[in-house]
């Protein structure tokens, strides 16, 4: 079963800092690409950065400079480190794998429940 829990998520001040965690389990984690979505309400879904399994990384526009992704294969796990935050950050953050599964010779998109971030004074 595939697996993908975010934590860290919380309430945070203007200018303050939150690091995010997604844990996998049931995809090759080395051979997946990895990636940090949000939604804010009333707005689409965006991008706000990934990863690939070579370790390339891409941010979208309005976080670059302030965030940073990364991917730790021997535990299973991207995080987002958030940085400068201000309240416009304000979303549910999702994790997301384009994964390789066990026993499977193709590869499938995964997305976990996703973490509050809400930042206000």
């Known amino acids: 079963q595939v697996q993908l829990v975010e934590s860290g998520g919380g309430l945070v001040q203007p200018g303050g800092s939150l690091r995010l965690s997604c844990a996998t389990a049931?995809?090759?984690?080395?051979?997946?690409?990895m990636g940090w979505y949000r939604q804010a309400p009333g707005k689409e879904r965006e991008l706000v950065a990934d990863?690939?399994?070579?370790?390339?990384?891409n941010y979208g526009d309005t976080v670059k400079g302030r965030f940073t992704i990364s991917r730790d294969n021997a535990r299973r796990t991207v995080y987002l480190q958030m940085n400068s935050l201000a309240p416009e950050d304000t979303a549910v953050y999702f994790c997301?794998?384009?994964?390789?599964?066990?026993?499977?010779?193709?590869?499938?998109?995964?997305w976990g429940q996703g973490t509050q971030v809400t930042v206000s004074s």
């Open positions: 997301y794998a384009k994964g390789l599964r066990y026993g499977r010779s193709s590869f499938a998109n995964f």
């Open positions: 049931g995809i090759i984690f080395s051979r997946s690409d």
């Open positions: 990863i690939t399994a070579g370790g390339t990384t």
